[in-house]
């Protein structure tokens, strides 16, 4: 009997004895530890799952707040960039206004400018090929389908500043969305597409031989810097961009970085070409036509 187990189960009907081998014993104990043990170890693998949880929860929570605090500061610098831009903008623009004032009353007191006029001889020897030529490279005609000007080039009554500045183009009435044309071939240099600055949207073209033309307060540009874009292609739609009190077009003319009047170039067509070169002296039209004509000359040999 040395290698069992006697069990004695007693109850209301008597007491009986059972006799179990020891190895089931030493196998019915080492079951119960077994679950004992795995139920630790599952407890204590809980509890290690749990705090590794905790800990990546708290990364995480370090690492939100580590962004949060960076896109704050970002959007503090952002601010400052911005408003910075914006003065800069403002800075430019008004030194611009400046220089624009003073090369108009240089230009108006420079007898120099005005001392080359074009000859009879020259005008003489412009065929009808080489003027429509010129009518495709210089700006010339209209920018809208319709013009209507509602505030001259010159000196005006500025009216949101209140105060008497010298405007360098035409503003042209046009309803809102209003298609805007280049009024000849040249190069998009630059595009503003956003609503920034006292001219909003704006596009400038590059024409040849010196020639710029400007479009401003549109509602959206149509073209990309680097464009390159014929006479009458759409390049955007008229609005009420920057500081503007109504939809309109501002449109400016340019020559070697001398402003001109547009609404002479507006009216500028075949049938009025010779105008031209008696109203807008800031041109060395003689000069000019005279290389316009050779270079015409050489592409048709």
Do not use: C
Request: proline share 2%; aromatic share 10%.
């Amino acid at each position: 009997m040395k290698n069992r187990l006697i069990i004695t189960v007693s109850d209301v009907k008597g007491t009986k004895a059972y006799n179990v081998h020891q190895i089931i014993k030493k196998l019915f104990l080492i079951i119960v530890f077994s679950i004992l043990l795995m139920l630790v170890g599952g407890f204590w693998f809980i509890s290690y799952l749990n705090e590794q949880m905790d800990d990546f929860r708290k990364d995480k929570e370090n690492e939100k707040k580590i962004l949060i605090n960076s896109e704050i500061k970002l959007k503090k610098q952002n601010t400052v960039y911005a408003l910075e831009v914006k003065n800069k903008i403002k800075d430019i623009e008004t030194l611009s206004s400046k220089l624009d004032h003073m090369e108009e009353i240089v230009g108006l007191k420079n007898k120099e400018e005005t001392k080359e006029s074009i000859t009879e001889e020259t005008l003489k020897n412009l065929n009808d090929a080489m003027r429509s030529y010129m009518l495709k490279i210089i700006p010339n005609g209209m920018p809208l389908e319709h013009i209507k000007i509602t505030s001259n080039f010159g000196y005006r009554y500025h009216p949101i500043q209140k105060k008497r500045k010298f405007h360098r183009g035409l503003d042209l009435k046009a309803k809102m969305n209003t298609p805007v044309f280049a009024t000849a071939d040249g190069v998009v240099s630059y595009v503003q597409s956003k609503n920034i600055g006292d001219f909003g949207r704006i596009i400038k073209v590059n024409h040849n031989y010196g020639f710029q033309t400007i479009y401003a307060h549109l509602n959206k540009t149509k073209v990309k810097m680097g464009d390159v874009i014929r006479k009458n292609d759409r390049i955007g739609l008229a609005g009420s961009s920057g500081r503007s009190t109504a939809s309109h077009l501002h449109y400016e003319v340019r020559y070697a970085g001398k402003i001109l009047n547009p609404k002479d170039y507006i009216l500028w067509n075949l049938n009025t070409y010779e105008t031209i070169f008696k109203k807008q002296r800031r041109v060395k039209w003689e000069s000019l036509v005279k290389l316009i004509n050779e270079q015409f000359k050489m592409v048709l040999q």
